[in-house]
Nanobody, 124 residues
């Protein structure tokens, strides 16, 4: 059973930084694709970033490119999302997702497993 547990959310002033973590367990993830999504109140869940577990390829949404960095620590089976220069419009619940194929998915349907989410609030 795959489990994804996010942590690291919080409240931060605009311009600040947060690092989200997604601890993955229950499988060998070397052939998986991993992604981060977010959902603001009243809005659809939207893609943020994705990478292959090998780390060979990475893809970002235009809205976060240059500010967010997705990475993996294989020894800890953990995926990170470093978020810098945060803006109020980044406020959302952030979700980690895993796909059983090594894809760079941008759609929620690309992913097979989801974490419970962690809240990020950015105030101006």
């Amino acid at each position: 059973q795959v489990q994804l547990v996010e942590s690291g959310g919080g409240v931060v002033q605009a311009g600040g930084s947060l690092r989200l973590s997604c601890a993955a367990s229950g499988r060998t993830f070397s052939s998986y694709g991993m992604g981060w999504f977010r959902q603001a109140p009243g809005k659809e869940r939207e893609f943020v970033a994705s990478l292959r577990w090998s780390g060979a390829s990475i893809y970002y949404a235009d809205t976060v490119k240059g500010r967010f960095t997705i990475s993996i620590d294989n020894a800890k089976n953990t995926v990170y999302l470093q978020m810098n220069s945060l803006k109020p419009e980044d406020t959302a619940v952030y979700y980690c997702a895993a796909a059983r194929r090594p894809i760079l998915g941008r759609l929620t349907n690309d992913y097979d497993y989801w974490g419970q989410g962690t809240q990020v609030t950015v105030f101006s």
